[in-house]
């Protein structure tokens, strides 16, 4: 014989206490796990169902276990140790993205592009408008050499990029994905101008492109802040959006030795 399926909200937490077909007392934690509740006692159902007045020992024990396991499931989605973000930038979507970050569990510290990041910052991300926004990038390149990881997103024209995220000197630097754009351009002379003293933004970015890029960040920040399985291939990924079109795709970057020093004799 079944019974009827029920679901009560467990307080002080995102779970629930599911009662299936089956008779059977489970938790769906926030992240859509099931947990068996082995042989529950009657005063827990008792107590859910009698609301804040009836709290009982076993239901304070399972909200106590249930928060216990949503505390190590939002160490997971950020780990501690890379909560510290620095945003460079103040266009609009740089305060979009400072609320996302947020929400998520990153401690985001937004500052002017000129400023120098803080010595604590475990990852720095600078958004530009335009080529003058870009030239103080390749003092910035420096930064994964001193263990703060780099990403770059940058616009020319309505045209939004995002480089590959920089965590140690071998990564690609901005200076160098600019260059292999050059190379691999059928009109090398004309985007090497364009890349330097390219106009003035159009006007904001329009909603659709703000929501693919705001939607990348996260990702590319995501996997390196849990150190995902496709870290490595953000590493050498350039990302590209171009609303006219609405296309979107990833480019292969790979760093190359700097040239060496000429030497006057």
């Known amino acids: 014989m079944t019974s009827e399926p029920r679901i009560l909200p467990l307080p002080d937490s995102g779970a629930h206490l599911v009662i299936g077909a089956d008779g059977r007392l489970r938790t769906r934690l926030r992240t859509g796990r099931f947990a068996l509740v082995d042989a529950p006692p009657t005063e827990l159902l008792d107590a859910l169902e009698r609301g804040v007045d009836g ?37 609009p979507l740089v305060g979009e993205l400072e609320r996302v970050l947020a929400a998520w569990g990153a401690q985001v510290t937004v500052a002017d592009p000129a400023s ?10 600078a958004y530009a408008e335009d080529a003058p926004g870009r030239r103080r990038w390749s003092e910035l390149d420096r930064l994964p050499g001193r263990g703060i990881a780099w990403l770059r ?27 292999r754009r050059v190379a691999a351009s059928s009109a090398p002379a004309s985007t090497e101008a364009w890349q330097q003293a390219g106009p003035l933004t159009p006007g904001p970015v329009d909603g659709a492109t703000r929501v693919l890029v705001l939607a990348r960040l996260l990702h590319v920040i995501l996997a390196w802040a849990q150190g995902g399985a496709e870290l490595d291939r953000l590493r050498t990924t350039l990302w590209k959006v171009v609303p006219a079109s609405g296309s979107v795709s990833e480019h292969t970057v790979l760093p190359f030795p700097a040239a060496p020093r000429r030497v006057n004799r």
């Open 55 to 91: 709290r009982s020992s076993s239901l304070d024990r399972l909200i106590l276990e249930v928060q216990e396991r949503e505390s190590a499931d939002s160490l997971r989605r950020w780990p501690e140790e890379r909560r510290d973000v620095c945003l460079l930038g103040t266009d």
């Open 116 to 125: 120098e990041p803080p010595e604590d910052a475990a990852l720095v991300v």
């Open 153 to 179: 997103v940058h616009r020319e024209g309505e045209i939004v990029l995002i480089d590959p995220i920089a965590l140690d000197p071998s990564d690609p630097t901005s200076v160098q994905v600019a260059a």
